[in-house]
């Protein structure tokens, strides 16, 4: 049975004020399939799209979707499911699911998928137990089929950041990694003086014990190293020596 997602509201009613912004040029630009009366158009609301679910980070052409861009340039899909597609690729999944928590996840889809923040923890927590309970394609499909996204961007419009009332854009100010995820990589890097890194190398050095053979004492023959002298034969190797001989 699935587990229906839990109540939350907005920690400030300023998520919800219509007409709250102000324009600027931080407005952002609105690109709708509707609006594109050629190829060029199309190619533009395709970078837009990229630009919002990918983030300004990775626009790199290894991670355009070809099938993808060939089917909503055929018409064969809407624009609300190519923001689908993208968020289900594993380009997304690389970049955002396996290097944040859930909690994060939900944080960074949101900004993505519905062009605001999340509101608070608890609707951090109600997302995550989607996420643990359907999978993250799961979540995806509620985010994109929910009325918000119906009612702001339908299915033709490339979602976009829609409360711009602080920092800067969510595609330019969401980095891969969360602080946590960053003290983590923090704490596995080598630090001068850590107790730690002595540690875990004095426990990498690999000693090999020295051999010893065993041996019969009793079987031994000890060399004759005495030495035999005559008479006259001067004790030092220097024959011109003046000491007496022996």
């Known amino acids: 049975m699935s587990i229906p997602l839990l109540t939350y509201?907005?920690?400030?009613?300023?998520?919800?004020?219509?007409?709250?912004?102000?324009?600027?040029?931080?407005?952002?630009?609105i690109y709708r399939l509707e609006d594109?009366?050629?190829?060029?158009?199309l190619e533009q609301l395709i970078w837009a799209a990229y630009r919002q679910v990918f983030s300004e980070h990775v626009i790199l052409k290894s991670s355009r979707q070809v099938d993808l861009e060939s089917q909503l340039k055929n018409r064969v899909i809407?624009?609300?499911?190519?923001?689908?597609?993208?968020?289900?690729?594993?380009t997304y999944r690389k970049l955002v699911i396996e290097t944040n928590s859930n909690y994060r996840v939900v944080d960074i889809s949101l900004k993505r998928l519905l062009g605001r923040a999340s509101y608070n923890q608890d609707?951090?927590?109600?997302?995550?137990?989607?996420?643990?309970?359907?999978?993250?394609?799961?979540f995806v499909d509620q985010v994109v089929d929910s009325d918000e996204y119906t009612t702001n961007f339908g299915d033709t419009t490339v979602p976009y950041q829609r409360r711009r009332y602080k920092d800067r854009p969510f595609n330019l100010v969401t980095p891969r990694y969360g602080d946590y995820w960053r003290d983590r990589l923090d704490e596995q890097s080598y630090k001068p003086g850590k107790v730690s890194n002595f540690l875990d190398m004095a426990r990498s050095i690999s000693i090999t014990p020295a051999q010893f053979?065993?041996?019969?004492?009793?079987?031994?023959?000890?060399?004759?190293?005495?030495?035999s002298s005559s008479a006259g034969v001067p004790v030092s190797i220097n024959p011109v020596a003046s000491f007496p001989s022996r």
């Open 9 to 29: 509201s907005p920690t400030s009613q300023n998520h919800r004020v219509s007409g709250y912004e102000v324009p600027s040029e931080d407005t952002p630009y």
């Open 36 to 41: 594109c009366t050629d190829n060029n158009d």
């Open 78 to 90: 809407t624009v609300r499911d190519f923001i689908r597609g993208l968020a289900k690729t594993e």
């Open 123 to 138: 609707e951090q927590i109600a997302w995550s137990i989607k996420i643990a309970t359907e999978g993250f394609d799961g």
């Open 213 to 227: 053979n065993k041996v019969q004492v009793d079987r031994i023959q000890i060399p004759d190293t005495s030495r």
